[in-house]
């Protein structure tokens, strides 16, 4: 095969740009098919049918095609740090609240076994009083640690009511 001189690759170059253009012109796009079909309609209908205007070919872009349209593609780092990380230990507050909601049970339960006198009673609302305070709305510092202090408090209550 001989190698071809700067004149004829050129020639054949526009050669190629004429054909692009010339089939480019040739296809019809979807609203001119749809347009001469409604077109068709409206002459068996016996109406007459005015076609919309007519646009040029929109160029056509080389950027990568996704199921949504063409859209350049941007490149987003991933996640930096561990893949699995474990989860943080439970805080003491969480483990007391925990801790007095099952006592809350088991207080229930005994209640119900052997009954209530009103002892128990008194000793109770005593409990849902601190158990209040600890689970109130704490803005300062010191508002925080006295809540600390008496939900350690309501705890140790609710164990002397509970055996």
């Not at 006592?103 to 005994?110: A, G, R, T």
């Amino acid at each position: 095969m001989r190698t071809l001189t700067p004149q004829e690759l050129a020639a054949a170059a526009a050669k190629r740009r004429v054909t692009q253009a010339a089939n480019r012109a040739a296809r019809t796009s979807v609203r001119a098919q749809r347009a001469a079909a409604k077109a068709a309609k409206a002459a068996r209908a016996g109406q007459p049918f005015t076609p919309p205007p007519v646009t040029p070919p929109q160029p056509r872009s080389r950027g990568r095609r996704n199921r949504f349209g063409r859209r350049p593609h941007v490149h987003v780092p991933g996640p930096s740090g561990p893949v699995f990380t474990t989860p943080a230990p439970p805080s003491s507050t969480a483990l007391r609240l925990v801790a007095m909601a099952a006592l809350e049970d088991v207080f229930f339960q005994k209640c119900a076994e052997v009954g209530v006198v009103q002892e128990t009673r008194d000793a109770f609302a005593k409990y849902k009083k601190l158990k209040a305070l600890a689970l109130g709305h704490t803005s300062s510092v010191e508002a925080k640690r006295e809540a600390d202090a008496a939900l350690c408090v309501s705890v140790v209550h609710l164990v002397k009511l509970t055996f």
